[in-house]
């Protein structure tokens, strides 16, 4: 009975001694697991900057050193916050519309882009939601022809640094009904800060239908007559575009395809602007204007289709585009100064000019006009001065370099008799033109290499020819040599052909400007 007592009392001793064998191993299995956890976690919180992950209390058996005392302050836990709904990309590659989102995509707004359906009002409403937040972009997608009507995305009040991504194709309306009795614009942009239009996509203003009607109420070029053809068979005005189902249905006043109004630092690159009714793109009132990398494109037969329209705009920079119109590629009107445009090519198209200015008697002014690097060809001038008869102001501070010209009618000119219209008045008052500067114009001409027309009572004053080549062309106008009234200046090279009708110096009975007359 002891015996068997004792039997079972060391089989129970050992069965006790092997469970907590058992129990040590797995504590210290646990342990280890643990503490390998803790490590990661510590390691991943110092990763990400943070000190509130697992803190490590098994590494020695003692407690770390308690934190600064500030850490201490008695803060209720705070709760977990509610994290917004993502924003659920867009089966069209933007993002859905929510409170926090910075890009606004046309189509997350109801339009359509299928080129038929009026996707006007989903353009307001993107802007409307993008205008609310500074340095937003609002999306046209690639692949997508949206059809918009006349719109204008207004400032003052929106934010600053707004993006209009424009990578598919906008097309304008040929139904009259959307125009009105005729508006001066198609798309606008009014009044904003940090304004910037760029992308791959384009602007077809699709306006042929404006090009046929009443062409003969619409100004035209004057430089027209300088070009005499060698028969009859060419009419004085160009031919019109063909025309088709649209003509005289659209209203009498041309829109500009693209304008901008009252603004500051604004960008437009990447984009093409074409087939506008009448000015492809405006920059009216606006400082710190950049534009790069555009295509205009028309025909150059389209009526007073201008590239890009400078007025009352300063410190503006244009570079590295192809502009192709029925009008001036570029055109820079009073109130411009501080402008550059260098690397863009032109043609066809009427050149580059300052003005018209001073027509109905008004005051232009003009300076620090800087146009070089330029490539023209079959264009009708090449650079260009044009002033109205009885104006005021002045242009001064003009240099004109490095321009190539190819099979251009007339590639100087400074004509201060400009009248696009029937017929004007002989008036004494003028545009005072001084500081003209004309260097490294090459290539060859149709017509006539230069022509300068100054005023009787206000000459040409400061004109300086240098490094002038160039080469006549016989196609199908009568050729005429240099033509020089009232210009004053100098030659520092000789020219080809030589340039003899400029006279050297200053006019001996220069009017004093009054005034009225100095900007």
């Known amino acids: ?3 068997v007592n004792f039997r079972s009392l060391t089989f129970m001793i050992l069965i006790a001694f092997f469970v907590w064998c058992s129990s040590i191993e797995t504590c210290i299995a646990r342990r280890g697991k643990h503490w390998r956890q803790s490590r990661y976690a510590a390691a991943l919180s110092k990763k990400k900057g943070g000190s509130h992950g697992h803190r490590n209390y098994h590494n020695g058996g003692s407690k770390p050193k308690p934190p600064p005392p500030q850490s201490h302050k008695a803060t ?73 009507g006349p719109i204008s995305f207004s400032g003052p009040y929106c934010q600053a640094n707004i993006v209009f991504q424009l990578d598919g194709t906008i097309i304008a309306p040929t139904d009259a009904r959307p125009w009105g009795k005729g508006l001066l614009q198609w798309l606008e942009f009014t009044k904003l800060k940090g304004i910037a239009i760029q992308g791959k996509g384009i602007l077809d203003g699709r306006g042929s239908g404006w090009w046929q009607d009443a062409p003969y109420e619409d100004p035209y070029d004057d430089e027209r007559k300088l070009i005499i053809p060698l028969n009859s068979t060419v009419q004085e005005r160009p031919p019109m575009p063909v025309r088709n189902e649209l003509s005289g249905k659209m209203p009498s006043i041309k829109p500009t395809a693209l304008r901008f109004y009252g603004s500051f630092n604004v960008t437009v690159t990447g984009i093409t602007i074409q087939n506008s009714p009448q000015c492809h793109l405006k ?27 400078l007025q009352n705009s300063n410190d503006v920079l244009i570079h590295s585009s192809d502009l192709a119109c029925g009008d001036d590629c570029v055109s820079i009107q009073t109130g411009c100064s501080n402008v550059y445009i260098h690397n863009v090519n032109c043609g066809p198209g009427h050149g580059i000019s300052i003005g018209s200015l001073g027509r109905d008697n008004t005051k232009a002014c003009v300076s620090n006009i800087t146009v070089r690097d330029i490539v023209m060809h079959n264009t009708m001038n090449g650079v260009r001065i044009k002033t109205w008869q009885g104006g005021s102001g002045s242009v ?30 002989n008036e004494t008052a003028a545009v005072a033109l001084s500081g003209i500067t004309y260097e490294k114009i090459r290539g060859t001409y149709t017509v006539k290499p230069v022509h300068f027309a100054c005023s009787d009572s206000l000459p040409c004053i400061g004109v300086t020819l240098s490094a002038i080549e160039l080469k006549p062309v016989q196609e199908r106008y009568h050729l005429y040599d240099p033509f020089c009234w009232q210009t004053f200046g100098e030659l520092t090279t000789p020219t080809v052909p030589p340039i003899s009708c400029l006279q050297i110096g200053k006019p001996t009975n220069n009017r004093v400007q009054s005034d009225h007359d100095v900007c």
């Open 76 to 148: 209720p836990s705070p709760k977990p916050k509610e994290e917004a709904p993502p924003s659920t990309p867009s089966p069209h590659g933007g993002y859905g519309y929510d409170q926090q989102s910075t890009v606004f995509n046309v189509l997350d707004f109801g339009a359509k882009g299928d080129g038929k359906s009026d996707d006007t009002k989903a353009f307001q409403d993107t802007w409307a939601a993008a205008c609310k937040v500074e340095a937003s972009t609002v999306v046209v997608p690639a692949e997508f022809v949206f059809l918009v």
């Open 1 to 3: 009975m002891g015996g």
């Open 396 to 425: 001064q501070g003009v240099l004109f370099s490095n321009i190539q010209v190819s099979e251009v009618q007339l590639p100087i000119v400074i004509d201060q008799f400009y009248c696009d219209k029937r017929k004007c008045s």
């Open 283 to 309: 920059f009216d009132n606006c400082m710190g204007v950049v534009v790069h990398d555009i295509t205009v494109s028309s025909p150059g037969d389209s009526p007073n289709t201008d590239g890009i329209h």
